[in-house]
């Protein structure tokens, strides 16, 4: 999505990286997506495979061992879309050391669920929609580098997505850190329902949030064609109060990191 704010300012995930490859293009190459790294998870390798496919096979270790996988496929990608976004809704502010476009999310999401329809999104579908240099903010408050939700019937619910990508460095959301977070998260609770309660002790199955505030933002190097991705560390079942033989050698986090049970809340 490129996104126009009332200024003129524009940030175009078409815009072309330092290796040459476009917003997009790098995206689409990252391990979300490519089966390009050989994933190592609590002493285990986890095969080549997309990140996700290796943070559930870990995550689920003793129940489906080796041979299952989640994998996602294409992407399919839709035709750019340009949001202009009204005054009242958008501006630039310093953020992270850099001048990143500034969102208002509520007004972002009744975009994204205009474009579901406009673009026959079907619900057999994940929809991401990645944008570039932009955070989303809530009651002007920055900074949202992600999210994931649903939209329709219950009968046919719409689980979708949005993501940022960040080019500089150190910051939060660089690379695809915030799409490796909501894509996690999306395997864990792909329709973000919670009737009644959740009976997890944290209240929620929100597998990245809790490692959001560690060091790099929970993010991991993982270089794939020589460039450098940040995949953001995801908690494990265990952490939301699961025996610990469910994920792989009892580990709270894809990335093994010491934690308690709802430690960070959910």
């Known amino acids: 999505m490129k996104i126009v ?3 003129g300012a524009t940030y175009d995930p078409s815009t072309k990286l330092s ?3 476009t917003v997009t293009q790098n995206t689409v190459a990252s391990p979300i997506f490519a089966s390009s790294v050989d994933f190592k998870s609590g002493g285990a ?3 080549k495979t997309q990140y996700i496919d290796a943070f559930q096979r870990a995550n689920f270790w003793d ?3 080796n041979p299952s996988h989640l994998l996602l496929g294409g992407p399919t990608l839709k035709a750019e879309q340009t949001l202009n976004v009204p005054k009242r809704y958008g501006t630039q502010g310093v953020v992270f ?3 990143a476009g500034l969102v208002d999310i509520n007004y972002f999401d009744s975009q994204v669920h205009t474009l579901l329809t406009n673009l026959g999104i079907t619900p057999n579908t994940f929809a991401i929609f990645l944008t570039y240099d932009v955070y989303l903010t809530q009651h002007h408050s920055c900074c949202i580098g992600g999210y994931h939700s649903s939209t329709g019937s219950t009968s046919a619910p719409q689980s979708y997505a949005h993501a940022t990508y960040v080019d500089h460095a150190g910051a939060s959301s660089q690379d695809v850190s915030a799409l490796s977070h909501e894509v996690g998260e999306w395997a864990d ?4 329902v919670n009737i009644n309660g959740n009976n997890t002790p944290c209240g929620a199955l929100e597998n990245g ?16 064609n020589g460039f450098t991705y940040n995949l953001q560390d995801l908690v494990t079942l265990p952490y939301f109060g699961a025996p610990p033989s469910t994920s792989v050698n009892g580990e709270f986090t894809f990335q093994g990191e010491s934690l308690t049970v709802c430690q960070n809340g959910s």
């Open 189 to 192: 609770d792909p329709l973000v």
């Open 63 to 65: 129940t489906t061992g």
């Open 97 to 99: 050391g850099f001048q």
């Open 19 to 21: 290796n040459g490859n």
């Open 45 to 47: 390798d986890m095969g």
């Open 209 to 224: 949030d809790p490692l959001e505030n560690n060091p790099n933002f929970g993010g991991f190097p993982y270089t794939v």
């Open 5 to 7: 704010l009332s200024n």
